[in-house]
């Protein structure tokens, strides 16, 4: 048990599109997912927290407009790039948690490569 | 200072051999400690967690913690090439936030 999917696994697009990224819990439901950003041989940094029908809280330095995190029930949550640039292309990972502040009961998606060119 | 120190490596071992891996944290707050294994383009994928201080044992992997030092361990007994990947420790306080080591490359060589 406990499965995230994302989806795309991949995507590439060209500068100044959007793009959608989705995040399913697929055998539990998860209040609070989270959106991840990671660079190359850098860590996961975390960019936002999402909890079902509320708005997303953003980290210090994460542009919510630009970052729209939409978590519309308890097993989907999407992160939209909004007016993508290069420096936007990372690898966004999401993860979902099965019981509410508990360490380990996060689960992650297997992550979505974004390319802008 | 990054909250998280970890050596990215590579690590380069012989099959059978015993890995140690490595972070040190400032954040006297951290209370939760994970170490995730992550393969190549996938998400991470929890191996062991401790909270507060101590050893923990599961199967090959060992998971120790000191607080006193701030340094956290973990240790894998007869390391297979199918250990190699990325290590990540990750710690956590009361808000519940997992902040990340940059990891560990790790390969095992058959």
């Known amino acids: 048990g406990a499965v995230v999917s994302q989806h795309p696994s991949r995507v590439i697009c060209k500068s100044g599109t959007s793009v959608k990224i989705e995040c399913r819990s697929l055998?539990?439901?998860?209040?609070?997912m989270f959106w991840y950003r990671q660079f190359p041989k850098q860590s996961l940094m975390l960019m936002a927290t999402?909890?079902?029908?509320?708005?997303?809280?953003?980290e210090q330095g994460v542009e919510k407009d630009k970052f729209l995190i939409n978590h519309a029930s308890l097993t989907l949550s999407t992160l939209t790039v909004t007016s993508a640039h290069p420096e936007d292309s990372s690898f966004y990972i999401c993860?979902?948690?099965?019981?509410?502040?508990?360490?380990?009961?996060?689960?992650f998606g297997p992550g979505t490569r974004l390319t802008v060119t | 200072q990054k909250e998280v120190e970890q050596d990215p490596g590579p690590l380069s071992v012989p099959e059978g051999a015993i890995v140690s891996l490595n972070c040190t944290y400032s954040n006297s707050a951290f209370q939760y400690f994970m170490w995730y294994r992550q393969y190549s383009r996938k998400g991470p994928e929890l191996l062991m967690y401790t909270y507060s201080s101590g050893n923990k044992e599961d199967g090959r992997f060992t998971a120790q913690v000191d607080k006193s030092s701030k340094y956290i361990s973990l240790f894998i007994r007869d390391s297979q090439p199918s250990d190699s990947a990325t290590y990540l420790c990750?710690?956590?306080?009361?808000?519940?936030?997992?902040?990340f080591g940059s990891g560990t490359r790790l390969l095992v060589r058959p």
């Open positions: 999402s909890n079902e029908g509320s708005k997303a809280t953003y």
């Open positions: 055998d539990f439901q998860a209040t609070t």
């Open positions: 990750a710690m956590m306080d009361s808000s519940y936030k997992l902040i």
């Open positions: 993860s979902a948690s099965r019981e509410e502040r508990v360490a380990h009961e996060q689960y």
